[in-house]
């Protein structure tokens, strides 16, 4: 069963209405939340495909064909059958590069005609229409998780980094690009399981090391994934470094620059390996 929260804003995945597709399964609804709940970071033409509750293509352009583009580039092969979601109309030419792969659900705002025409001759595909999925969350939204025995009650975590609080710790500062970068990786590394690595390039996603039990296997991950597209990168943590060795890696794949919140009590190990090898890195402190 899928309860509907008393009051809930109109942005939420409980207010999205069906067009097309068969029952949504416990999966597709908790995955499609996890999509939103990334979607709404941006206000650029984004596209934000994701597969078991983890993002695996992020990308943002001029427009939302390009942006679609590159976020099924982020990562080919883990887009099929994964969730689209989408902060602009979906046209007929989005429609037709959808429908190249098998997607369990697109979410959009909203559908032209054509892109419903094209869309809908795949049977399995759920459609899914949400006019406000660009709505941020109240100001007094909270999260629940079940335990055995008992419920998790906090708030939603609306920070993300403040620009005035942010620490240059390195003797390299991150150009504009860079900086551009950096948010756009910090923003998708939040809303991946921890301990999380992303690594982006040009408002795209490259490389994500998602749910690791160490930062340095995440890394990793994340430059298996991104391969010769990892040069020139930066790369997002979402906790700080306990050692230097990720600051090494990064240095060996090509990662021209780094965010992270800072806090360890190793942190100038990894400072002076960023000077070492001529790495921008900031701290957020959150």
């Known amino acids: 069963a899928f309860y509907k929260e008393i009051g809930s804003n ?8 069906q067009l097309h597709g068969k029952e949504l399964s416990f999966n597709n609804i908790n995955d499609a939340n996890g999509a939103l709940e990334l979607l709404k970071e941006f206000e650029r033409p984004t596209a934000v495909v994701v597969k078991h509750a983890n993002p695996c293509g992020v990308a943002s352009d001029d427009n939302i064909l390009g942006a679609y583009i590159k976020a099924y580039e982020s990562d080919p092969v883990s887009a099929f059958g994964g969730i689209v ?9 989005l429609a037709a590069e959808m429908a190249k792969i098998f997607y369990e ?10 892109a419903l025409e094209i869309l ?5 595909i759920r459609l899914l229409l949400l006019e406000n999925i660009s709505e941020k969350l109240p ?3 909270y999260d629940l998780k079940k335990v055995t025995g008992g419920l998790l009650y906090q708030n939603c975590n609306r920070e993300l980094v403040k620009t005035d609080e942010i620490k240059y710790v390195t003797e390299k500062r991150p150009t504009p690009e860079m900086m551009e970068d950096l948010i756009f990786a910090m923003k998708v590394v939040k809303h991946t399981k921890s301990n999380a690595i992303v690594l982006a390039k040009n408002c795209q996603v490259v490389g994500i090391g998602p749910g690791q039990m160490n930062r340095i296997t995440s890394l990793k991950i994340a430059i298996n994934y991104g391969q010769e597209k990892c040069k020139g990168a930066v790369m997002a943590s979402d906790a700080f470094f306990p050692f230097d060795d990720c600051v090494k890696a990064a240095a060996e794949a090509g990662i021209t620059a780094i965010i992270q919140p800072g806090g360890s009590i190793r942190d100038q190990d990894s400072i002076d390996a960023c000077n070492k090898y001529g790495i921008a890195m900031i701290f957020t402190g959150i």
């Open 85 to 93: 979601a989408v902060n602009r109309e979906v046209d007929g030419a």
């Open 105 to 114: 659900v697109i979410i959009a705002p909203s559908y032209t005609e054509e």
């Open 120 to 124: 809908e001759k795949r049977k399995n």
């Open 139 to 141: 100001e007094d939204a």
């Open 10 to 17: 109109k942005g939420c995945i409980s207010s999205a209405k």
